[in-house]
């Protein structure tokens, strides 16, 4: 889902703000989370509290995605949960499917 290519090393807060960004358009957008830019501003800006908040959004967002594909599987899912399935039945038995 990320990749790291994409993203400059940075400690200079105009980079940081660029990758924080990118990472808002390209990946966040694809779980419907947008981080908006004066929160951005604060994390990068290192405000306390800020980026402990993001992330706990972001996690009930993750949380919530992961419930609605259990619940209802889109294309193509089925067989991503079916491998699952057999493997915690392999973790669980030893023995394959």
């Known amino acids: 889902m990320v990749q790291l290519h994409s993203y400059v090393p940075a400690s200079s807060t105009p980079q940081k ?6 990472l808002n358009r ?4 694809k779980l419907n989370f947008s981080i908006p830019e004066d929160v951005i501003r604060q994390v990068v800006q290192c405000r306390p509290g800020t980026v402990e908040q993001v992330l706990l959004l972001l996690r009930r967002k993750i949380e ?5 594909s259990k619940v209802a599987p889109g294309p193509g899912q089925e067989t ?18």
């Open 26 to 29: 390209k990946v966040l957008s």
């Open 80 to 97: 991503g949960i079916r491998a699952a399935l057999e493997e915690v039945s392999y973790l669980e038995t030893g023995r394959a499917g």
């Open 17 to 22: 703000l660029a990758n924080w960004g990118h």
């Open 64 to 68: 919530e995605k992961q419930k609605q």
